[in-house]
């Protein structure tokens, strides 16, 4: 088993939906946890960045992490074209500098 | 300086060439990272530096691999003896403290 899992997708979505991205994982040591946002052929790109359980806010992404249950989940509202991407999630320790990566959910918005 | 660049963007090679690969950091980021990740699948950490020093390895990173960060500014990854399954997109990240890391484009080598 992979210590950070992720639905592979493709998910596709019309334009203006609210998208749910998610990530299990096994490790309950992770405390920092990320949203990288990834295009075609590119290097990802940070998204979002929470320490321990909550949930974080940013314009139209909103980020929340169950610690208890071992589960993160990314919301996208208001979702546009320019959002169709692979979305993967991050997750490290307090310490050393390994940050394990699931394997990113290839997300569709049609116009 | 607006982020972390890497050179070459590409790379073709014949198996069992060796390849280098450059990355260039955010100016005043002391942590860098490398990654590999292949196609459908996250990135995977190959091995970090903090200023100078080569802090942590993964497994993943075989003796046919070595990394530097002379005089801990840009970084250096290279490949000997390249075999096929080498190919993917080598990825660099850099980290200033206890902020997140930001990646660079990528080189994406294929060993033919």
């Known amino acids: 088993q992979k210590e950070v899992e992720q639905d592979p997708g493709p998910l596709s979505v019309p334009e203006g939906a609210i998208v749910s991205l998610n990530c299990t994982y096994s490790?309950?040591?992770?405390?920092?946890f990320m949203w990288y946002r990834q295009y075609s052929r590119k290097g990802p790109e940070l998204l979002m960045y929470?320490?321990?359980?909550g949930n974080k806010e940013d314009g139209r992404f909103t980020a929340q992490v169950d610690k208890s249950s071992k589960y993160i989940s990314l919301f996208i509202r208001d979702s546009q074209p320019s959002d169709s991407a692979t979305y993967l999630c991050?997750?490290?320790?307090?310490?050393?500098?390994?940050?394990?990566f699931g394997p990113g959910t290839r997300l569709s918005v049609l116009p | 300086d607006t982020g972390v660049s890497q050179d070459p963007r590409h790379k073709i090679t014949k198996r069992g060439q060796n390849v280098t690969f450059r990355c260039d950091p955010i100016?005043?980021?002391?942590?860098l990272y490398w990654y590999r990740q292949t196609l459908g699948q996250g990135p995977e950490f190959l091995t970090y530096?903090?200023?100078?020093?080569?802090?942590?390895k993964s497994r993943l990173l075989s003796d046919r691999f070595s990394a530097e960060r002379p005089k801990g500014s840009f970084s250096t990854l290279e490949i000997q003896r390249t075999e096929q399954g080498d190919s993917a997109m080598y990825l660099c990240?850099?980290?200033?403290?206890?902020?997140?890391?930001?990646f660079g484009p990528g080189t994406r080598l294929l060993v033919l």
């Open positions: 100016s005043e980021h002391n942590r």
């Open positions: 991050a997750m490290k320790r307090n310490y050393g500098q390994n940050f394990v």
């Open positions: 929470t320490y321990s359980s």
């Open positions: 530096f903090q200023n100078e020093a080569q802090l942590e």
């Open positions: 490790n309950s040591a992770f405390q920092y």
């Open positions: 990240a850099s980290r200033q403290g206890l902020e997140t890391q930001y």
